[in-house]
């Protein structure tokens, strides 16, 4: 089919560039939690226990700060040829750490990953606003949501899998036919002729606001570990990363085509939806991250099984995400996303109620519940954001929304990380069960506060869904 958007054509057949879309999306959320189950397997290869939550947030640090900088070369240069860069950045990615020979080499490899999956995330979300119509979209984006939902909850059980069978290196090599799949898929039916344009990227903000949010990870995640929390390189990191925060949104106020536009954040449905997205990535991250080591620490659950525990979510979130288009266009996307984020917040408290009490079939009671709840909630909050805006500024939102979600995974799992390092190190370490629940249960409490602010953000969300409704004819351009 032929569409013509906005100075843009595309001649694509819009199913098997879905499909390749849809592909890519559970690639690069399954490769953020995969590892989780197979903690255990690597460190006993790699060493270096104390290490291990870097696994994580390198991966997703790197992915979320290069997500706004792929977002506008692709102004320049067009979708295909960012998310081609980035699915071959990530399968290389994916060699490497399959190669890794010990957990630094491991670490940085992750982090090659992670850079290619900032390009694939956003281009997926971008190339579905411009070839699908708002009324295909609502459909299309719970396909995605559902997507990176499963992916990131399967990753843990396929771990496990690999784990069981103590062949955790598959888990990076499992991408190679995959993203070679994709990449062909791509190449063959997604064709595009992009009317070029001078750009101006703005390489400061870029800088900064990766200096800032790696000085505050690196700080939250070393603390206490590397170096007293108390100390010289704490205050380096803490300091050091607040002020290139704040260095940023000075820079982003006069930049000529910021990374993150402050006037478009500073719009009330834009900042909560971005809130929500940040709130969601930490829960969805920190649970699938945290509860399969939580079982297999506490009482010897198998990899496999504890991995299929936190795999609950999948059931919980598709069955609501797949409805949740009937609900939000009957009654409202706040209405619809404020059902899910209560959800979630009752099974992120059931989660730290039974904390102290490790059973596998429990967690997997509450995942369901948790993923119930999220389901009703991811997809209305960035469709809501996407329609708000009109054509040259839908590309700016998705690429906020989907930075807010890695750097809320990111950020998350490295403060979840700090809270369990600090209490293991004082109950007595990661070979005392007695130690890994009592760590595990005050990082299930941090992840149900997560689930509150989520609620908080939702409940914040403006009221008026006449507006709601206005803003879906605005964001369509002329295309009928």
């Known amino acids: 089919m032929t569409i013509d958007r906005g100075g843009v054509g595309f001649r694509s057949e819009r199913g098997p560039v879905l499909l390749a879309i849809m592909l890519t999306t559970g690639l690069i959320a399954m490769d953020a939690t995969i590892l ?13 226990y104390q290490q291990f939550p870097w696994l994580f947030s390198i991966y997703l640090l790197a992915q979320a700060v290069s997500v706004p900088i792929y977002s506008k070369l692709s102004d320049t240069v067009g979708r295909k040829p960012i998310l081609m860069f980035g699915i071959a950045l990530f399968l290389l990615g994916s060699i490497l750490s399959g190669l890794a020979w010990n957990m630094t080499s491991l670490i940085l490899f992750r982090l090659v990953q992670g850079l290619g999956a900032g390009a694939v995330a956003p281009m997926g979300m971008t190339i579905v606003g411009d070839v699908y119509t708002i009324a295909e979209r609502a459909v299309v984006q719970g396909y995605i949501a559902s997507v990176w939902a499963v992916a990131s909850v399967v990753g843990p059980a396929l771990g496990g899998i690999f784990a069981q069978f103590d062949a955790w290196r598959l888990i990076f090599f499992i991408n190679i036919p995959l993203c070679l799949l994709a990449g062909w898929m791509l190449s063959r039916h997604f064709h595009e002729q992009t009317e070029r344009r001078r750009h101006r990227i703005d390489y400061p903000g870029a800088v900064l606001l990766t200096i800032g949010l790696t000085g505050l990870i690196l ?130 408290i059931g989660l730290a109620l039974v904390g102290p009490y490790p059973n596998a079939f429990v967690v997997a009671g509450v995942a369901f519940v948790i993923g119930f709840g999220l389901g009703w909630t991811a997809a209305p909050t960035l469709i809501v954001a996407q329609a708000s805006v009109g054509w040259g500024e839908r590309g700016a939102v998705t690429g906020m929304n989907t930075f807010a979600r890695s750097a809320g995974a990111a950020v998350g799992v490295a403060i979840y990380g700090a809270i369990s390092n600090a209490i293991m190190a004082q109950s007595g370490g990661a070979q005392n069960p007695v130690a890994v629940v009592h760590a595990s249960t005050w990082v299930f409490i941090a992840a149900a506060t997560t689930a509150a602010l989520l609620l908080c953000a939702i409940f914040a969300m403006p009221k008026d869904r006449a507006g709601e409704r206005a803003v879906l004819p605005a964001a369509i351009p002329a295309e009928a």
């Open 36 to 48: 989780a189950t197979a903690v255990p397997s690597v460190v006993r290869d790699l060493g270096s």
């Open 219 to 348: 700080g939250v995640l070393e603390g206490g570990n590397a170096w007293a929390w108390l100390s010289l390189p704490s205050a380096i990191c803490f300091v050091g990363g607040m002020l290139a925060l704040v260095a940023f949104v000075f820079v982003e106020r006069r930049a000529p085509e910021p990374i993150i536009d402050p006037r478009v954040i500073s719009r009330r449905l834009i900042l909560t939806t971005t809130l929500a997205s940040f709130a969601i990535g930490a829960l969805l991250t920190g649970i699938t991250s945290f509860a399969p080591a939580y079982l297999e620490g506490s009482i010897g659950v198998v990899p496999l099984l504890s991995g299929l525990a936190v795999a609950a979510l999948t059931l919980g979130w598709p069955l609501s995400a797949a409805n949740a288009g009937r609900l939000y266009l009957r009654h409202g996307f706040r209405f619809t996303a404020l059902i899910g984020a209560t959800i979630a917040t009752v099974g992120g």
